[in-house]
């Protein structure tokens, strides 16, 4: 939207957030406009060439727009609460597909495994994308409860701090 000149992103923010207050979220089922004010948007484009629903509401007197606005407004308690089932429904079905691709990495003590290399320093010896992505092995001298893992080289040094076990894989002679 700001194309060339990125120092104007500030005069359309307003534009992308009615794009994404008026947007419908799958998490949800609702649109965020609709989940504070009890109905959805008058968009701009439906008072210049009116709609049918802008043409209802311009035939009601003020006494029956109050009356179906007060309808709206009680009933957004129950739309917010089906917004929150739908949310953690969605939560559980992303957790759940997460979960099936992940695999545990489980070590004992005296397993040889490769460490990832942390932090990538780039420097002018560096092979680039040939570098190694893995260092080792290196032989687990303690295991902690959370997941992390004592690590110490072949030589006996001792790496610190302790290292997660999604920086480590099984190493094969």
Known sequence: MVERNKRTWHEKLQEALWAYRT???????ATPYSLVFGGEAVL????QIPSLRVAIQES??????????????ESLDE???????????????????FNKRVRLRSFKKGDLVLMVRRPIVISR????KLEPKWDGPH???KV?????????????ERIIPPT??????????
């Not at 947007?23 to 089922?29: E, G, K």
């Not at 997660?164 to 002679?173: G, Q, S, V």
């Open 23 to 29: 947007s419908h979220r799958t998490p949800t089922q």
């Open 44 to 47: 701009p484009l439906e008072v």
């Open 60 to 73: 009601l007197t003020k006494e029956e727009s109050a009356k179906i606005r007060m309808v709206k407004l």
């Open 79 to 97: 739309r917010r609460l089906y917004a929150q089932q739908n949310l953690e429904i969605y939560q559980q079905r992303m957790a759940n597909a």
């Open 125 to 128: 010896r560096t092979k680039g």
């Open 139 to 141: 032989v687990i001298e």
């Open 144 to 156: 902690y409860s959370n997941g992390a893992y004592l690590l110490i080289t072949m030589d006996g």
């Open 164 to 173: 997660n076990a999604r920086f480590l894989k099984r190493y094969f002679p």
